[in-house]
């Protein structure tokens, strides 16, 4: 067959297309692929490129558990075909709108990650002056990046403005003060975009929730025009847009409309009588936790019963673009967990198998400071062995890390396949705000990182020594 996987998609009718595309795969030809409008308006062919090739779970066309021998465990490992698939699909679903994509670098701040959401044409959402540092060492530029969070620092506003930042999302008075005199100091004027907090229940996890008027984010909308009336008086800021971000993780798209909705109209006022150029509404798309493996496929979407299906992008799209047209603004999207979550996995080895007369535990090498989610919010992992066996039986156990606090817990009473001492898991959807959160309780070190594309990967991030964790401290002379 000629031509490119692209082009034979772009080609076939559509009756041929699952045949061919899962050939394709099989043969390990592993390259970024869609198959074409009619079949993607159902969904996407691979929500993500992590799945069993014979007994063995691959990411791409990489055997995981080589990954794990050669870089040891906990390692998180990505998936650059998905990334790509989830920005691409997502940038396909809101076509319509003069839009710009700031990844929400929070999720996952990796250089090598950083400059291939740059190289794919992304811009970033970045909430202090490291993560704008981050974005130039990776070789990209801030100058169609937007920089969010609630304190912002002197510093922080001064290193923004001389790389040209895009706009700077502004959550309070105080904070307008602050940038229109660092501003004034360096003698340009200061792009703004003030954060409105539409009143709006995102249906979320209380502590990733951030639109209702209880939070700390934003200005609430009644006094908003009042905060624009300011922000106009100050002679070194520009108002440039508005902006929006109602939580994370949401898997029904109603709070989004609802939102918009309510926020639309005034977006409209601002336009007139500010001349704003954009509207930001935030990130905040929900991904697949509990059937992590399974929703790789579209089957698994297409089994999901009607009306109960977890929010797509197109799904996203559909009901947001007819809203957002009308505004004639340029739209802005930070999406973070969208784009990385289900693109990475934790790699961990089984330390013990504990069997209690109540309960038995797996303790693996992975632990709460490698992923904190489920420690933090009481997340779901799916967990599975890198090495299928279904002649073994199932277990039921806790899955469990080696860091003293009882909170240390990954999974409680799952079922899962017998495994042993030595084997490896995978704890899946790690890539949004797994390796970000970590930290070094219990000084353990940070994890190691690997990116994934095809049938190459390539160590992204060392595992961190103990040599580097203490290098900047000191003993003091007085206690010597
Ligand atoms: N924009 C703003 C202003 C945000 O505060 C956030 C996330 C995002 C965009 C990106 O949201 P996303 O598309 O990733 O949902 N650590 C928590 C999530 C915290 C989200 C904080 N803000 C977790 O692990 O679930």
């Not at 971000?245 to 409209?268: C, M, N, R, W, Y």
């Not at 279904?390 to 495994?419: H, N, Y």
């Amino acid at each position: 067959m000629e031509g490119t996987v692209e082009d034979r998609l772009e080609n076939s009718p559509q009756h041929a297309l699952e045949k061919l595309s899962f050939d394709s795969f099989f043969q390990g030809e592993t390259r970024t692929f869609y198959a074409p409008q009619s079949f993607c308006s159902r969904t996407a062919f691979f929500m993500h490129h992590f799945r069993y090739t014979g007994n063995d779970l691959h990411c791409e066309s990489v055997n995981l558990a080589e990954v794990a021998r050669l870089y040891g465990t906990p390692t998180y490992v990505y998936s650059a075909a998905t990334m790509t698939d989830n920005y691409t699909r997502l940038a396909k679903s809101l076509s319509g709108l003069d839009l710009q994509i700031c990844y929400a670098m929070k999720a996952n701040s990796a250089l090598a990650i950083l400059r291939h959401f740059a190289n794919l044409g992304a811009a970033f959402d970045l909430v202090s002056g490291g993560e704008l540092r981050r974005v130039l060492a990776a070789g990209a530029n801030v100058k169609r990046s937007v920089f969010a969070g609630v304190g912002k620092t002197s510093e922080e506003i001064e290193l923004a403005l001389q790389n040209g930042i895009f706009a700077f999302h502004v959550e309070s008075e105080p904070e307008m003060a602050r940038i229109n005199h660092v501003a004034g100091r360096l003698g340009v004027k200061a792009p703004i975009a003030i954060r409105i907090n539409p009143d709006v229940d995102a249906h979320t996890h209380a502590k990733i929730t951030t639109g209702k008027s209880d939070n700390k984010f934003g200005i609430p909308l009644k006094v908003a025009g009042a905060a624009y009336e300011a922000a106009a008086k100050y002679p070194n800021l520009r108002i440039k847009g508005v902006q929006m971000h109602i939580g994370s993780q949401l898997t029904d798209i109603a709070p989004f409309v609802e939102a918009v909705k309510k926020v639309t109209p005034f977006v409209a006022e601002l336009k007139a009588k500010h001349g704003i150029d954009y509207f930001s509404i935030g990130g905040g798309i929900g991904i697949i936790y509990r059937d992590a493996l399974a929703s790789g496929s579209a089957e698994w979407w297409d089994a999901q019963p009607a009306g109960q299906r977890p929010l797509t992008p197109e799904a996203y799209g559909a009901a947001l673009v007819p809203l957002l047209q009308p505004l004639g603004l340029k739209i802005l999207l930070e999406p973070g967990r969208f784009l990385v979550g289900n693109a990475g996995v934790l790699l961990s080895r089984v330390e013990f198998v504990k069997r209690g007369s109540a309960k038995n535990f797996v303790i693996i090498d992975a632990a709460m400071n490698d992923l904190v989610r489920p420690a933090m919010y009481d997340a779901f992992h799916e967990i599975v062995p890198l090495h299928r066996d279904t002649s073994r039986p199932a277990m039921v156990a806790d899955i469990v890390g080696p860091v003293c606090e009882s909170g240390d817990c990954f999974a409680k009473e799952r079922s899962l396949q017998q495994v042993g001492e030595g084997e490896y898991v995978a704890l899946l959807s790690a890539g949004a705000y797994g390796y970000t959160m970590a930290s070094r309780y219990n000084t353990r070190g940070m994890a190691a990182e690997v990116l994934v594309k095809g049938s190459a990967f390539e160590l992204v991030h060392e595992r961190e020594s103990f040599e580097t964790m203490i290098a900047g401290e000191r003993v003091p002379a007085f206690l010597k």
